[in-house]
């Protein structure tokens, strides 16, 4: 198994920084404002009584709509994360962040589609948009459970639903190439400090099943947090060593040094190249069955569906890695509908005293999650949000200094705002995104204004800023 992000390839909590944290997006005019400052608008509310009604229409037809608003579970109250929320007949669609907060862009002429919000394990619950506008709006969902013996389902294994899903993705799944335009960021931390966050609007073209193209993005709007710490591992030892190779006049190579903060992490099309539908992990691979436990936990429901839930776990480290997680299938299509998994890469023990004695580090198996969801529309289900971390844990070893020690955590996350699905051709080489260069210096437009009116959906890591 392969994962990573960007250079960080293995193949074998935050700190809130409040009011401190500023952005750069390549426009001087934003320089100093809070991270998250005017991300929180109300809806454009022009709709006007009376004879200005048709002029109203036109209007916010010209500069779309934004609704928002804060979607609980009804009986707990509890914020529901990473509900789906999309138009009714139409592409436009976002997620909720960890506080259950969302906002949705939509063009103007969607004056008259409704708004669905879905969450697996929860009644689906559709909204005029009309009656959206113009306000903070209480969405509340009832929770729904199904008992496995209630369900219209095959009594089959879950090996056998794997099976059937994956043979009929060509059916489920969109196979023609597609351009997803979405809000994407990357952020690292060290020791829970920031040491780099990222966030871009960004047009990205999936290539067709299959295809010789690779998938790329097209930065749109991008900016990036200025007021960040440095790299602080092995600065010291770096240092001093540097200094004694210059007195020895050698030359010296820093083991562990601060450009790895720099690098680019791929991208959009990183965190889509890992859609487990277009490039099947070792858990849809039938070869790799004998080797994983998978079990029928339940049915769960989800925008009126049901949804077979498919628990696995791996019995035993296929290429060096384990994961275990849940695959949710479509009772009645066999169409995946979200894969959630996590594991970890295991460091094969013979190379653990290569890298201390060559490196003078002690390094932890690295871990890491995965979070892909997929949004039908006119049959076809599509990406519409996918999430991938990873945690490094990191000491020194050397011998009468003072041991370091690092927990390192890289997260990227995608969520699909619109989907062009007619005409969708490759993006031109020159607009293409070079992850070797920064997000701001390659965004389309420099409009210091987009910011004051997008309202991003907020990571995890970050859900405890100041707004």
Same mark, same amino acid.
């Given at each position: 198994?392969?994962?990573?992000?960007?250079?960080?390839?293995?193949?074998?909590?935050?700190?809130?920084?409040?009011?401190?944290?500023?952005?750069?997006?390549?426009?001087?005019?934003?320089?100093?404002?809070?991270?998250?400052?005017?991300?929180?608008?109300?809806?454009?509310?022009?709709?006007?009584?009376?004879?200005?009604?048709?002029?109203?229409?036109?209007?916010?037809?010209?500069?779309?709509?934004?609704?928002?608003?804060?979607?609980?579970?009804?009986?707990?109250?509890?914020?529901?994360?990473?509900?789906?929320?999309?138009?009714?007949?139409?592409?436009?669609?976002?997620?909720?962040?960890?506080s259950g907060r969302f906002s949705l862009?939509?063009?103007?002429?969607?004056?008259?589609?409704?708004?669905?919000?879905?969450?697996?394990?929860?009644?689906?619950?559709?909204?005029?948009?009309?009656?959206?506008?113009?306000?903070?709006?209480?969405?509340?969902?009832?929770?729904?459970?199904?008992?496995?013996?209630?369900?219209?389902?095959?009594?089959?294994?879950?090996?056998?639903?794997?099976? $059937?899903? +994956?043979?009929?993705?060509? #059916?489920?799944?969109?196979?023609?190439?597609?351009? @997803?335009? *979405?809000?994407? %960021?990357?952020?690292?931390?060290?020791?829970?400090?920031?040491?780099?966050?990222?966030?871009?609007?960004?047009?990205?073209?999936?290539?067709?099943?299959?295809?010789?193209?690779?998938?790329?993005?097209?930065?749109?709007?991008?900016?990036?947090?200025?007021?960040?710490?440095?790299?602080?591992?092995?600065?010291?030892?770096?240092?001093?060593?540097?200094?004694?190779?210059?007195?020895?006049?050698?030359?010296?190579?820093?083991?562990?040094?601060?450009?790895?903060?720099?690098?680019?992490?791929?991208?959009?099309?990183?965190?889509?190249?890992?859609?487990?539908?277009?490039?099947?992990?070792?858990?849809?691979?039938?070869?790799?069955?004998?080797?994983?436990?998978?079990?029928?936990?339940?049915?769960?429901?989800?925008?009126?569906?049901? $949804?077979? +839930?498919?628990?696995?776990? #791996?019995?035993?480290?296929?290429?060096?890695?384990? @994961?275990? *997680?849940?695959? %949710?299938?479509d009772a009645d299509s066999y169409a995946?509908?979200?894969?959630?998994?996590?594991?970890?890469?295991?460091?094969?023990?013979?190379?653990?005293?290569?890298?201390?004695?060559?490196?003078?580090?002690?390094?932890?198996?690295?871990?890491?999650?995965?979070?892909?969801?997929?949004?039908?529309?006119?049959?076809?289900?599509?990406?519409?949000?996918?999430?991938?971390?990873?945690?490094?844990?990191?000491?020194?070893?050397?011998?009468?200094?003072?041991?370091?020690?690092?927990?390192?955590?890289?997260?990227?996350?995608?969520?699909?705002?619109?989907?062009?699905?007619?005409?969708?051709?490759?993006?031109?080489?020159?607009?293409?995104?070079?992850?070797?260069?920064?997000?701001?210096?390659?965004?389309?437009?420099?409009?210091?204004?987009?910011?004051?009116?997008?309202?991003?959906?907020?990571?995890?890591?970050?859900?405890?800023?100041?707004?």
């Open positions: 198994m392969e994962f990573g992000v960007g250079r960080w390839e293995f193949r074998v909590g935050s700190s809130d920084l409040g009011d401190a944290l500023k952005f750069d997006n390549g426009c001087s005019g934003l320089h100093g404002q809070d991270i998250f400052a005017a991300m929180k608008r109300n809806g454009s509310g022009l709709l006007l009584a009376g004879l200005l009604l048709v002029s109203a229409n036109a209007a916010i037809a010209q500069q779309g709509l934004e609704l928002h608003g804060t979607v609980r579970d009804a009986k707990s109250g509890d914020a529901l994360p990473a509900v789906s929320i999309g138009l009714k007949h139409g592409r436009q669609g976002t997620i909720t962040d960890d862009s939509i063009d103007g002429t969607a004056l008259g589609d409704s708004v669905r919000f879905s969450f697996i394990g929860h009644g689906m619950r559709t909204l005029a948009v009309k009656d959206m506008l113009d306000k903070d709006n209480a969405i509340l969902l009832t929770r729904q459970s199904i008992l496995l013996s209630e369900a219209v389902v095959r009594p089959l294994r879950p090996e056998d639903y794997i099976r $059937l899903a +994956v043979r009929r993705i060509p #059916q489920n799944h969109a196979t023609g190439p597609v351009i @997803a335009t *979405g809000y994407y %960021y990357e952020l690292m931390t060290e020791n829970g400090q920031f040491l780099r966050f990222d966030e871009a609007v960004t047009a990205s073209y999936i290539p067709g099943m299959p295809d010789t193209v690779k998938g790329h993005s097209s930065i749109l709007h991008a900016r990036s947090a200025k007021d960040v710490t440095s790299l602080q591992f092995m600065q010291k030892t770096n240092a001093r060593k540097q200094k004694k190779a210059d007195r020895r006049g050698k030359e010296y190579e820093p083991i562990f040094d601060s450009t790895l903060t720099t690098d680019g992490f791929g991208g959009p099309s990183e965190i889509l190249g890992k859609d487990p539908v277009r490039d099947l992990p070792d858990f849809l691979d039938t070869t790799q069955f004998k080797h994983i436990r998978y079990t029928v936990e339940g049915v769960a429901v989800h925008a009126g569906r049901q $949804l077979l +839930v498919i628990g696995f776990d #791996q019995r035993r480290k296929i290429d060096h890695a384990t @994961a275990k *997680g849940r695959i %949710y299938i995946f509908v979200a894969f959630e998994y996590e594991g970890r890469i295991v460091i094969p023990l013979l190379l653990r005293p290569v890298i201390s004695m060559a490196a003078g580090l002690s390094i932890g198996n690295p871990t890491f999650q995965v979070r892909v969801h997929y949004r039908e529309h006119e049959g076809i289900w599509h990406v519409g949000s996918a999430h991938q971390d990873i945690r490094l844990k990191m000491s020194t070893t050397a011998l009468f200094q003072k041991n370091e020690h690092c927990d390192l955590f890289i997260e990227q996350a995608f969520v699909v705002n619109d989907l062009q699905v007619d005409g969708a051709t490759p993006i031109a080489k020159a607009e293409r995104y070079d992850s070797n260069r920064p997000m701001t210096a390659q965004a389309r437009s420099k409009d210091p204004k987009f910011w004051d009116t997008f309202t991003p959906i907020r990571p995890k890591k970050l859900s405890t800023f100041g707004n």
